[in-house]
């Protein structure tokens, strides 16, 4: 499609040396991160850290979300660093090289991604949320700003951390995203088939379904 330039591009503002400071200590957690953690770790006084986040937060270097609950009230928020997108993009390539020494572009792209969303599962295994919830909060940590669609079995892909290069080299790079979908899902949704540039501003992800192929 000739005007079909896909998804906008998920990339976010830089962060202030300040805010660098308290993205950096999140970074260095292999955890969700509460505001309380935060503040022990930088030393920074809770308002302070509390500002940078929500910064860091609108800007899409953080992901949050809610911390388990422990005891009454309200569950804490807890904080995710979002990793630089062509460095994840670089890692997922190398992970699939590594274990698919040989493979074609998109077997090492789907390997490579199907690892770095069985991480983000991890990550994200939060007691209360479905196989739909858990990938639309990976899709919006990575940063494919995931949007619902008229048909519950497809969710629009409506940004890209990595447009360009999946413009001129889709057969790795959409393999990439594919496989962090499966990754992520597990066995819990069924098969999965992406449909890059389906839209003129969105790719497609569509579930078991009658006559899905991939």
């Known amino acids: 499609m000739e005007n079909n330039t896909g998804p ?13 400071r308290v993205l950096a200590a999140l970074t260095a957690r292999e ?16 308002n302070t850290v509390r500002g940078h986040l929500d910064a860091l937060h609108q800007a899409a270097h953080v992901t949050r979300l809610r911390a388990r609950p422990v005891g009454r009230g309200r569950p804490a928020w807890s904080y995710v660093a979002r990793q630089a997108p062509y460095v994840a993009l670089a890692q997922a390539l190398a992970r699939g090289l590594e274990t698919n020494p040989g493979a074609t ?11 770095w969303g069985e991480q983000l599962r991890t990550v994200f295994a939060e007691d ?5 919830e858990r990938l639309r909060v990976a899709l919006e940590h990575v940063g494919f700003g995931p949007e619902a669609s008229a048909d519950p079995m497809v969710t ?13 080299h889709p057969e790795a790079v959409c393999s990439v995203h594919l496989g962090l979908i499966e990754g992520v899902v597990g066995e819990a949704l069924g098969p999965v088939a992406l449909q890059p540039f389906a839209e003129p501003d969105a790719c497609l992800v569509r579930f078991a379904g009658p006559g899905v192929r991939r």
């Open 8 to 20: 906008r591009s998920g990339l976010g503002r830089a962060p202030t040396d300040a805010q660098a």
């Open 31 to 46: 955890a969700p991160t509460t505001l309380a953690q935060l503040v022990e770790i930088t030393g920074l006084h809770e």
């Open 105 to 115: 572009a998109r077997e090492t792209g789907e390997s490579g991604g199907r690892a």
């Open 128 to 132: 209360d949320q479905s196989p739909h």
């Open 156 to 168: 629009r892909l409506t940004r890209c951390p990595f447009v360009d290069a999946a413009r001129t």
